[in-house]
Nanobody
Framework: QVQLVESGGGLVQAGGSLRLSCAAS????????IGWFRQPPGKEREFVAA????????YYADSVKGRFTISRDNAKNTVYLQMNNLKPEDTAVYYC????????????????????WGQGTQVTVAS
């Protein structure tokens, strides 16, 4: 059974940094595309960042470009989201997701492209 477990969330002041981790078990994800999504309070879940299985391509929401970086360590079966210069509007529950399906282009931005999801980790940015 595939399980994704996020960690690294918490409370941080605006301008601070956090690094989220997502550890996968039950599956070797070296050929899976990886995504991070978030759900702000009272809003729909939205795309944050994605990484192709090869690591050659990255995708970011405009709101996080230049501040967030997605990366993966296939040896550890773990994906990361480094978040710098955090803003109060980054407050949300953050989810990692992966898919073994070959996807491209706009598929990376779409929730339904991803098969497996974590339970989420809360990030709160205080102003």
């Amino acid at each position: 059974q595939v399980q994704l477990v996020e960690s690294g969330g918490g409370l941080v002041q605006a301008g601070g940094s956090l690094r989220l981790s997502c550890a996968a078990s039950g599956r070797t994800f070296s050929r899976d595309a990886i995504g991070w999504f978030r759900q702000p309070p009272g809003k729909e879940r939205e795309f944050v960042a994605a990484l192709s299985w090869s690591g050659a391509s990255t995708y970011y929401a405009d709101s996080v470009k230049g501040r967030f970086t997605i990366s993966r360590d296939n040896a550890k079966n773990t994906v990361y989201l480094q978040m710098n210069n955090l803003k109060p509007e980054d407050t949300a529950v953050y989810y990692c997701a992966l898919t073994p399906k070959v996807i491209g282009g706009s598929d990376y931005y779409t929730e339904r492209s991803y098969y497996y999801w974590g339970q989420g980790t809360q990030v709160t940015v205080a102003s």
